[in-house]
RNA sequence: GCCCUCGUAGCUCAAUGGACAGAGCGAUGGCCUUCUAAGCCAAAGGUUGCAGGUUCGAUUCCUGCCGAGGGCGCCA
């Protein structure tokens, strides 16, 4: 919030560095200030003595950088709205006048309210996919992860500056698909789904791996029927259509539920024809090589790129019996989706890390081919979630934990905290105080950690509601809420403290500050964690100044003070729980 | 055999190359007659896997080793 401020004191000193012929053409890097407890910005000479150091051999950079900083504090001298200047070990402090800047912070946070900490508009375009549930299958704790990891991160990016495309890819076609269909002709034909569709769903696509293994026949039948579905055959195209929407619909109810939403849907089954064209015209340009019968029509990339080394080896772009498989479609969706959006300035992958190289192949393959765009596709891998034991969640092993079990055991956890800590609450808030808390408390802990760790799934963890999670940072919002409901009538008009500032209160105001670059950090890294940490640091800034600085019962300009400092916080905590896809609730 | 991640407190994890490596959980001791105790406070807990290198400065970058996981011609 202070880039102004920043620049300023910036040019100075260049100009002081300058003057004592120091070459120093970087930009300043600013941070806050560690230990003091107090509130401001620092900066080091390190970087300038060091370059000073290569001008003329002999000098020593730490003491070089001291007595820059010690000549840059004077030259500076008490620049306006700083209370304090000191040169510390190569480092200079400024710090603030609090109770100047307290003022602009929160009235700053009030005026902008929902769009505070959003960027200017980038005019960049970037699409998101993310989710690609594959029909026939049930949706697991495993997925949302990748759910959250998107959805979240296509929030950031859009409130930090970027134009966002939300596209999914929906896996509806294949040979898990027709296994399942096979399946359901032999052993359940003409059934339809129980209400809970997605877990009989599921639970038929691992009774149909099961038959799958009995059945001598079977892998031939299902062969019959890929050929059959692609000529179109009615009965077989219609049982697909049918059975593919059970799952669309259970789809959209868990996206609905997670408050997750699309700009794009992108299936499968639609690339299978222009995959295969796609493939011809490889095998056409010396690309592609065709071992069919005998063998799949292969793409061989290091020797195609002339090298030695087995970095991207060998993908299999169309199986020897003609049927198409992942590659065959990804080829022909990566340029589709520039085709859709000529626009697109980043094209963004978050699929699991165990697809890597296969990321790494599908775009060197077209960049083989020449389409110059797929440069800019980025593969973000993102580690999987297991169970204890390093036990990766399968559907065919039936190791997993369902997602809607997972919800309604977190809902029902919430509601029981909910009953014990606050009796009072009305049936209707209740209910809808445990779903705000059930949820977050799933969705947090998937996004808080960086994304190339492996999440390890156990009830316990998931289920504890206390310390850095979820709840902890709603609490916080309804505890700010419950002191300015008690409010009655506007909050007081924008004044500058009369009172010596606490120490909470000033961590808190600059936590407030710090939130819009969490927001561009974190959509410059693609990293959620930014934004969980910093709501996070925001819940326990506030949390401590709650603790510490009674607001309604001080006396009547500390009370002003306070009171929209309260408002300001409950404000950022909404703000950066709404990029997680979390609900901010009133009262808990 | 080749490639990619990860290794930080008992456990789960943070730390734009920068000052004294920080949180949560667990364990110990306190705080509800003040705005919701899903909270707060206090003390405890570390050879950042090991060895080199680059750098004024390395948890961070490079190399090697050790350990864990993942991937590698017809799964997605």
């Known amino acids: 919030m202070f880039e102004k401020e920043r620049g300023d004191i910036e040019t100075r000193l260049k100009e002081y560095l300058a003057g004592q012929n120091v070459p120093f053409e970087e930009d300043f890097k600013w941070s806050s200030i560690p230990f003091a407890g107090e509130w401001g910005i620092a900066t080091s000479f390190f970087q300038a003595a060091a370059s000073a150091a290569r001008a003329d ?172 579905w692609e000529a179109g055959d009615e009965e077989v195209v219609g049982q697909w259509r049918t059975t593919r929407q059970w799952s669309l619909d259970g789809f959209n109810q868990a996206y609905d539920l997670m408050g997750i939403r699309f700009d794009r849907f992108y299936y499968e089954s639609d690339f299978e024809k222009s995959g295969k064209e796609y493939v011809e015209e490889l095998i056409r340009r010396g690309i592609a090589r065709d071992e069919r019968p005998a063998g799949p029509v292969i793409v061989k990339i290091d020797e195609l790129l002339g090298s030695e080394t ?7 772009v169309l199986r020897s019996d003609n049927t198409a498989l992942y590659a065959t479609w990804d080829l022909v969706l990566a340029q589709r989706k520039f085709k859709d959006y000529p626009d697109l300035d ?19 393959t077209l960049e083989l081919a020449g389409f110059e765009p797929i440069k800019k596709a980025t593969h973000l891998p993102y580690e999987i979630v297991n169970l204890p034991g390093n036990i990766t969640m399968s559907s065919r092993e039936g190791t997993i934990v369902l997602l809607e079990d997972f919800i309604r055991e977190a809902v029902s956890r919430a509601r029981q905290v909910s009953e014990e800590s606050n009796p009072e609450l009305d049936e209707k808030t209740r209910a809808e105080v445990a779903w705000a808390v059930g949820l977050g408390a799933i969705k947090y802990p998937l996004i808080a950690r960086d994304h190339t760790k492996i999440a390890t799934f156990d009830w316990e963890s998931a289920l504890d509601f ?44 600059e936590s407030l500050a710090a939130f819009p670059q969490a927001v561009q950090r974190g959509a410059g890294e693609f990293r959620t964690l930014q934004i969980t940490n910093h709501a996070f640091e925001l819940a326990k800034a506030f949390n401590e100044f709650y603790n510490a600085c009674p607001v309604l019962n001080a006396e009547a300009d500390v009370r002003a003070f306070r009171l929209r400092l309260v408002a300001a916080a409950r404000q950022v905590i909404a703000n950066a729980l709404g990029l997680l896809g979390i609900q901010a609730p009133p009262v808990m």
Do not use: C
């Not at 809970?196 to 299902?222: C, F, H, Q, S």
């Open 466 to 509: 206390n310390g850095q999670a979820a709840p902890y940072i709603q609490y916080a919002h309804v505890r700010a809420n419950s002191i300015l409901r008690k409010l009655d009538g506007d909050l007081p008009p924008g004044a500058p403290p009369a009172h010596d500032l606490d120490l909470k209160e000033v961590a808190l105001i």
């Open 346 to 364: 980043v094209s963004l992958y978050v699929v699991d890390v165990r697809q890597s190289q296969h990321f790494k192949q599908v775009f060197k």
């Open 57 to 228: 051999q002999k000098v020593n950079v730490p003491q070089r950088a001291q007595e820059l900083a010690e000549g840059a504090a004077k030259a500076l001298g008490m620049p306006e709205g700083f209370g304090r200047v000191e040169a510390v070990r190569g480092y200079l402090n400024l710090y603030f006048v609090a109770s100047r800047y307290s003022q602009r912070v929160v009235d700053g946070v009030l005026a902008e309210g929902a769009d505070f900490g959003r960027g200017e508009r980038l005019n960049r375009r970037i699409m998101v996919e993310f989710s690609q549930p594959n029909t026939h299958k049930a949706l697991h704790v495993g997925h949302l992860r990748n759910m959250m990891l998107g959805a979240a991160l296509a929030n950031i990016l859009e409130f930090a500056g970027w134009d966002v495309v939300r596209a999914n890819y929906i896996g509806d076609f294949g040979k898990d698909v027709l296994k399942w269909v096979w399946n359901y002709r032999k052993h359940h034909n003409g059934e339809q789904p129980p209400e809970d569709v997605t877990r009989w769903m599921g639970d038929l696509y691992a009774e149909a791996n099961a038959n799958l293994e009995n059945d001598p026949a079977g892998e031939k039948e299902i062969e019959a029927l890929f050929h059959r």
């Open 310 to 316: 087995e970095e991207y080896r060998v993908l299999v």
